[in-house]
């Protein structure tokens, strides 16, 4: 099943969050959207989105950095290459080429739905995903106060999502989560993400969280440790679930040897796409070690991703992966995503992505364009 694109056409989109995004290191209110469109010799296109934020608060990629990397040394080595298998990729981009995982991510990425959409199966069967639904979590931002994040947690519960996730950072922790904790109940799936807010020597504010029975507390400490982790790990009884840190499958393989944390959330963008996120995968799957899907704010487009990866067998835990009205006043897809009993349907039925891009919409919020040819 061999292709050779001639064409990515990356586009910068604006799109407004119906509600401000807070987490520790920064609020996103309007997004940046890098979009990639991606076409072979025979005219078949798949669309793939950039996860790069537009500042470096989350990684130190942006949506800049991102459209540099992806013209000046990404496109250059995949177009008009015959490109034998999405799984050949990765090594294609890694060799001599340090960093730029989401630049990479992309394209390697929109590969993997290339080549779904011309055998006519979809992106999760190619990946060798199992599930037809996949369970939905939220994630709340940073809110004003207690008694608010209380109030969204209960509304999140009752719209039926299977896990509330409640991003943390030091002065809107503790008070902030035992007032969820009260609302939801003793027994509901809720944990807490810091994006790296704390630093070891806040160990004891961080196990008081234990009282509160979190599934787990995502990223406490710096965006590329792991050692620290481990030592923070010793003092938790609340596992610790790795984001930022976790960068290849050699930086997961790294995490469970020294113990760093016991849940992985899989970002493929994060890791440079999906052969690696699908190898983080079946590394935890043979070690029992629990995954699930985060999310990026994306668009429909980078969520249609999230949900065939969602779809493998040891994603057990809902994923980041809301319904696209919980992001914007309108998706750039069609259909849009929906949730019922918090459940997300994996589009298995249909080639490629499972939705297509509505390009009069896409054209009217496009502020940039470049083409990147095969020579
Ligand atoms: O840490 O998981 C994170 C959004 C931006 C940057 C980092 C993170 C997040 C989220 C949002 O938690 C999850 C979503 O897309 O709903
Ligand atoms: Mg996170």
């Known amino acids: 099943m061999s292709a050779t694109l001639v064409r990515i056409t990356l586009r910068e989109i604006r799109l407004p969050l119906r509600e401000a995004f807070r987490i520790s290191s920064g609020q996103t209110t309007r997004r940046r959207i890098l979009i990639l469109e991606l ?150 799936p809720l944990m807490a993400d810091a994006n790296s807010a704390y630093r070891l020597e806040d160990g004891d504010r961080l196990a008081r969280l234990d009282e509160f029975g979190l599934m787990m507390i995502e990223q406490p400490l710096a965006s590329d440790d792991l050692v620290r982790h481990a030592e923070l790990q010793k003092r938790l009884r609340t596992p610790i679930c790795l984001d930022e840190s976790i960068t290849s499958v050699d930086r997961a393989e790294d995490m469970l040897v020294l113990g760093s944390g016991k849940i992985i959330n899989i970002k493929a963008a994060r890791v440079g796409g999906l052969g690696p996120a699908r190898a983080i995968h079946d590394l935890c799957a043979a070690r029992d070690v629990p995954v699930w899907c985060g999310g990026m704010l994306e668009t429909g487009i980078g969520r249609a991703y999230n949900v065939a990866l969602a779809s493998l067998p040891n994603f057990v835990i809902p994923g980041d992966v809301s319904p696209s009205a919980r992001y914007w006043e309108r998706d750039i897809v069609i259909p849009e995503w929906t949730m019922e009993d918090g459940m997300v349907t994996v589009p298995r039925g249909q080639p490629g992505l499972g939705i297509s891009v509505d390009r009069d919409r896409l054209a009217d919020l496009t502020v940039r364009e470049r083409a990147l040819c095969a020579p």
């Open 39 to 188: 076409e072979d010799i025979d005219g078949v296109v798949a669309w793939a989105e950039c996860t790069a934020a537009e500042r470096p608060n989350y990684s130190s990629e942006t949506i800049d950095t991102a459209w540099l990397a992806i013209a000046r040394w990404v496109a250059p080595r995949i177009l008009g290459r015959p490109i034998a298998e999405p799984a050949d990729v990765t090594s294609i981009l890694e060799r001599d080429f340090r960093g730029h995982k989401m630049a990479k991510a992309a394209v390697e990425m929109g590969i993997w739905a290339h080549a779904a959409e011309r055998a006519g199966v979809s992106l999760a069967s190619l990946l060798g995903g199992t599930r037809d639904k996949i369970a939905t979590g939220i994630s709340l931002g940073i809110q004003p106060d207690p008694t608010a994040l209380a109030k969204r947690a209960s509304a999140a519960l009752a719209e039926g999502y299977r896990r509330v996730k409640c991003k943390i950072e030091p002065g809107a922790d503790v008070d902030y989560i035992a007032a969820a904790r009260e609302a939801l109940g003793p027994d509901a």
